[in-house]
């Protein structure tokens, strides 16, 4: 089987109000990083101000302070400097929101054994949950 050091990885851009997301959110990170389900590699708070300035501050040392506790990132950096302008183009002025990177963990295998078998993944494709939960409910309304 092919080895691989790393599974898929997701950027997600997640706005919020204020200076850090909600300790909810924080939580359930912490969640999904302690059940071994996902590797938290990258976490960016990214600001814009009222006339569209970016901030960019790095959590790599201080993850105390936003909430994770002893987490540890594990390749900081790995959401670049394009990755973090094309994603605060999204966010609205005087507003916040987390550059952050997962390590899909749980599919490390699958890409493994993809890989050794000479298999190729040609596309992929997550659907919000949101959507996700809108079509079911409309599906069952019209049943």
Excluded: C
């Amino acid at each position: 089987m092919a080895e691989f050091e790393y599974g898929p990885v997701e950027l997600h851009l997640i706005g919020f109000e204020g200076d850090r997301p909600a300790p909810g959110v924080i939580a359930a990170i912490t969640d999904l990083i302690d059940s071994g389900l996902v590797r938290l590699l990258d976490f960016i708070i990214v600001s814009k101000s009222e006339d569209g300035e970016v901030t960019a501050i790095e959590i790599d040392d201080d993850t105390d302070r936003y909430g994770f506790g002893g987490v540890e990132l594990a390749e900081i950096g790995i959401a670049g400097t394009e990755d973090i302008e094309e994603l605060a183009a999204m966010i609205p002025a005087g507003s916040s929101a987390a550059v952050v990177a997962y390590e899909m963990a749980w599919a490390k295998r699958l890409a493994q054994t993809f890989a050794a078998s000479g298999s190729v993944l040609l596309h992929s494709e997550r659907i919000p949950a949101p959507v996700v939960n809108a079509l079911l409910e409309a599906a069952q309304e019209e049943e």
